[in-house]
C-alpha cells in the first residue's frame, strides 16, 4: 500500500490524459500528473514517487522531493500566511505545507525560517507541520551505543552548548568547549554518540572519541605533512577555528593525535609548527610532557 507522506515504489497501472495512475494498494489508484512523467517510461513499470495530496485535496504522486517526508524535522522557510488557518512552508513540492495556528508556538511572517516536524493527521490523512517540537521527541532512554555515527539538526544554544535533534527523535547537546566556532539554528550536522543520560538525552561530539578519532586523524596529520613537505604551522597556540579549518576536528582531538606521533617518534614539535621527524625509535616513557 502506497503511504501518505513518505516516497514510494509504485507499480504503473495505466496511461491516460492527465498522466500515470498509479497502484496504491488500499488507497487505489494514484495520479501521477504527466508533467512528472519522464521520458520512456510504460505502463507495467515501477517508479519512486512522493505520495501528497493536491490543492483539491486529491491524492496524486509526484517525482519531486520534498525536504522532508512525514516523521522528519525541518528548517523551513514561510511563504505565506492566512490568519485563520496558519501559515504556509516552502518544503519543496509545488502545493506549500500547511504550519496550523494550533501547531505554531508564535507569531509568524513571510520570510521567517523555523524548525518543524512534518507529520500527518491520522483522521484526515493531511500531511500538516508542527512547530511544538517536545511533543514529537522519544524521551526514552536511548539505545544508540557510544561512537555511533549520527544525524543532527541544530535546535538553538544553551548556557552549555547546542541542543540538537538526533536521528528525527531524540534531543541531544553538543558542549560549547566542544566547539571552535558558533552553530546556526537548523544547521545539518554529522555528529558521535558520547554518553546516553538519565533524562533520556544524548551527550553528543563532533568528531569521533579515542582511538577511533585519534588513529584515523594521525594518519590525515602525516598525510597533510608530506603534502606540505614535511612542515605545517601548527601548535600549541593555535586557535581552534584554524585547526578545526584545516583538520576537521577539535583542537583537543589535534593535540592527542599530534602527542600520539611524537610519542611514537612520528614528528617533531616545534614552537610553532610540527615537523615529520626522520628518527622513528619510539620515546621513553616520560619523556614528553
Known amino acids: 500500500m502506497a503511504l501518505i507522506g513518505q516516497h514510494n515504489s509504485l507499480r504503473i497501472v495505466r496511461a491516460a490524459p492527465p498522466g500515470f495512475y498509479l497502484d496504491g494498494g488500499a488507497h487505489g489508484e494514484i495520479l501521477l500528473p504527466g508533467c512528472y512523467i519522464p521520458p520512456g517510461v510504460m ?11 493536491d490543492s483539491e485535496d486529491r491524492l496524486i504522486a509526484t517525482t519531486e522531493k520534498p525536504y522532508a517526508v512525514v516523521g522528519e524535522f525541518a528548517f523551513l522557510r514561510v511563504v505565506g500566511v492566512n490568519p485563520r488557518v496558519g501559515v504556509f512552508l516552502d518544503w519543496g513540492l509545488e502545493k506549500d505545507l500547511l504550519l496550523p495556528m494550533r501547531e505554531q508556538v508564535g507569531p509568524l511572517k513571510v520570510g521567517d525560517w523555523l524548525i518543524v516536524r512534518v507529520a500527518l493527521d491520522q483522521k484526515s490523512d493531511r500531511i500538516f507541520a508542527s512547530a511544538r517540537l517536545p511533543r514529537w521527541l522519544d524521551r ?5 551505543p557510544e561512537g555511533q555515527r549520527v544525524r543532527l539538526l541544530v535546535m538553538g544554544a544553551t548556557p552549555l552548548g547546542y541542543k540538537v535533534i538526533v536521528e528525527h527523535a531524540h534531543i541531544g547537546l553538543i558542549y560549547r568547549t566542544d566547539l571552535a566556532d558558533e552553530l546556526a539554528v537548523g544547521q545539518p550536522l554529522v555528529g558521535y554518540v558520547r554518553a546516553p543520560r538519565f533524562d533520556g538525552r544524548l551527550d553528543i561530539a563532533l568528531d569521533r572519541a579515542g582511538f577511533h578519532r585519534i588513529a584515523p586523524l594521525t594518519e ?15 601548535h600549541d597556540d593555535s586557535t581552534p577555528l584554524q585547526i578545526r ?5 577539535s583542537k583537543k582531538a589535534f593535540k592527542q593525535a599530534i602527542g600520539a606521533l611524537y610519542r611514537d617518534r612520528r614528528i617533531k614539535i616545534e614552537a610553532h609548527a610540527i615537523r615529520i621527524a626522520t628518527d622513528t625509535r619510539p620515546v621513553e616513557p616520560g619523556r614528553m610532557k
Open 140 to 144: 526514552d532512554m536511548p539505545k544508540y
Open 220 to 234: 590525515q596529520i602525516l598525510a597533510a605533512l608530506n603534502a606540505a613537505g614535511g612542515r605545517l604551522p601548527y
Open 245 to 249: 579549518t584545516a583538520f576537521g576536528v
Open 43 to 53: 505502463p507495467g513499470q515501477t517508479m519512486d514517487v512522493f505520495v501528497c495530496r
